[in-house]
Structure formats: C-alpha cells, structure tokens
C-alpha cells in the first residue's frame, strides 16, 4: 500500500475528493500517535507501526498518511472488520506501555484510534482533515505558498471534531520518586478504591458476584496527590510504587477489616510484598474464617522475573490459607502453563477480541482443550467490555467473567467506570 509522507493532509483530502462520488467499501483509520509519550513517538517505533499496517492491508485500495505530528490515517477500501481488528490490537499492543492505549486499570484506551466510515461519515471526516490543514497551514513558515482549500472549516465549525484536550505530563524518574513517594504518604487512599466483580454467568441462569477485585485507580489516585507526573512512563519506577501501594492496601484493611472483608475479595499483589514483614503482621490480623474469602493475584510477568521467589511467594500465601491467581495470561501464553503443576487455584485469561472471529479456528480449538485440562471453572476470562467476550467464553467452556460488561450487568446505576 502507497505510503504518504509528505504533504499528507493535502494528498488526504485529494484521496476524499477523489472517491466522493464512490465512497462504498471505504473507511478511514486515524492513530493518535502524536498524544504518545515522547520516547514512544520515535522515528523508529513509527517505522514498525508503518510496516505493521503496510504487511497487514497489502495491495488493498488506499494509503497510508503520515503527518508531521505523527499522527497517522490510513484510508482504504473494502478491508475485512477482522483484520482492520486484528491492526488496531496489533499496534495498541505494540505501544502497550503507553497510556494511550491502555488505561491504568490495563482496558483499552478509546482515544489510541478512531474509525470512520466513508460511506456515511465521508463530510464528517472532510471536515476534520480540512481543520487540520488549516492548523498545519497556520504553523508553517511558508503558509502562503503551500496549499490552500477553498474552503477552510473554522474550529467552531467542528469543535466535536476537535482533538481530545491532552496535557503533557512529565516522565516519572528517579528525581521525582522521592517527592512522589513522600507526597503518597501524606493523602487518604481510600477514595481511590474500585471493586470490579468477578462473575459466575452460566446460560440460562442469572449473573452472580462471586468476588471484587479491590484495586487502587492510578488516575483517580495522581489527581488525588496532585501531581503532573506520568506514573507510567516508567514501568519500573511504577513496579517500586506498586510496591509501596501494597502496604498502603494492606494497611487500609487492617485498620477495618469489616468494611473490606465483608464479601469476598482480590488483591494484586507483588511477590516482595508477599515475602515481607508487612504482610505477615497484616495476616495475623486477618481471621482464619476470612482467608479462605481472600484471593492473591500474581502476575505472570513476575515468573519470568524471579521463578524462585515467584513460586515461595505463592507457596506462602496459600500455606496461611489464601487462594492464589495467575494473573496477565494471554490466549498465546495460556495453553503452555500447567496450572496443576504449577500449583495456582485459579488462572486470569486476558479477553482478546481478534479471537471472536472464528471459535472453531485451530488456536481456539487448542484454547479450548487447555481450559478443560486447566479446569472450566479455574478459569477467568477477564478484560470483557461486551457481551460478545462473555458467549465467546461460554463457548469455550467458561463460567468465569470480568470486566465492564459484567459491571454494566451486575450495577447498571453506576457512574464509576473500573
């Protein structure tokens, strides 16, 4: 496929003129590449974004429009749901670490793309390419010699269209951990809180909460110290406030154990915070009646860290009574783990729509028969944002559901989003 790299907006809205009067089969793709951290937005990462698309539409009808911001449109013709799909997970998941494309609870960002559909949006989406040649033209040094449209949309005109208002953060460093860490001691975590249910949703019966996962909003939680600061940017300085978020979590509990132990619960925990002090001290405060209600969740990426302490970390959980889940699996990374061997009672699938597009494909059939030997009912397959997740895993033998649909279902009034 053409790939446009100079003058884009200009040979984009040549490409709209073109095929104004033809406009069936054509969509358009815009990727907000230019609100991505910096270190994200380099030459080099764009180029394997560029490629990615360029391999995956092939000599499909279009091109591909790179702008000075970075941002990128692609405009083509005919092009299956299921690949466009399978692109747009591609390329959030190749950014994954940007906030961008997933949030701080990890569900998919909506501002990392947006899809138009030509047929019906062809002067919706006209009128945004126009606006931003207008801003491109009003930025240049040599605006009067450079293209010109006859009609240039003012931004009252399309302030729906308008791109979403982002402030730039700093990068979390070194520097200003200490400030970050001294400042998270001084707030109350507790309306930073969320509980997302895990749910039991068999055909034909109604869906029940079998346990919360009580989690802390990072968002919710920066707004809350007041701080400009990214805490994502830098995935091991957040790994050590994790760490610190942990004992704060704990803490929070010990001091009122019947409010957060009513029912059932999850805690995402690191493996240093199960081997330390704290968490022994916060165990001796827990009621043994109590521990069987409490499930630990581990991430996957912490076996690759340290096995040893990974697997002690987990051993000493369950021996004080608690239940321990394997966190972060994808479908790729599922069927190699022995979850009996292994010794974890419960397993978290991470939901990926690409897989919806054919249950009876060779990869879900194998998905499939690794559930059964893991155990249906040791499974939760979480991230599900539609109903589609949830028949898709009941399909595959599944019971066990997380997500937002599952929220929408179980508290239709709420106003807070997990």
Known sequence: MRIVTREAEARLIELLNLIEDGRDGWQALCLSF???????????QVKIATNLMNDLLGDHDGAIYLCEDTTIYVVVRNFPKALMDKMIFQLRYLFMDDPLAYTAEGDENPEFSTLYDITTQWSDFMEIC????????????????????AKVAKPEEVKQFKPYPYKEMRLFTASNLATIEHDL???DISPTIRRQPVCAAIPQTSIRTVFDEMYININHLRQSMGVEVDLLSNRWLFKYLTQVLDQRMLGLIQRNPTHYLANP????????????PQFAEFDAMIKPSNR?????????????????????????????????????VTELSFPQIDRQRLGFDLIKLLWNADSEQDVNSENNRKLEAAIRQCGNNRVILARCDNQKAVEFGQAMGLSLFQGRYLDSVINPKSTVMN
């Open 34 to 44: 230019s609100r991505l951290l910096e270190h994200y937005r380099s030459e080099y």
């Open 130 to 149: 126009k606006y931003r040649m207008s801003l491109r033209l009003r930025n240049s040094r040599a605006s009067a010699q450079t293209f010109a449209p």
């Open 185 to 187: 001691g001084g707030i």
């Open 265 to 276: 619960i999850s805690l995402n925990l690191n493996v240093a915070t199960i081997l330390s």
């Open 292 to 328: 069987v209600s409490i499930v630990v969740e581990l991430q996957i990426a912490d076996v690759f860290a340290d096995m040893a302490a990974f697997l002690l970390a987990k051993d000493t959980a369950q021996k004080m009574g608690y239940r321990v889940c394997l966190d972060g």
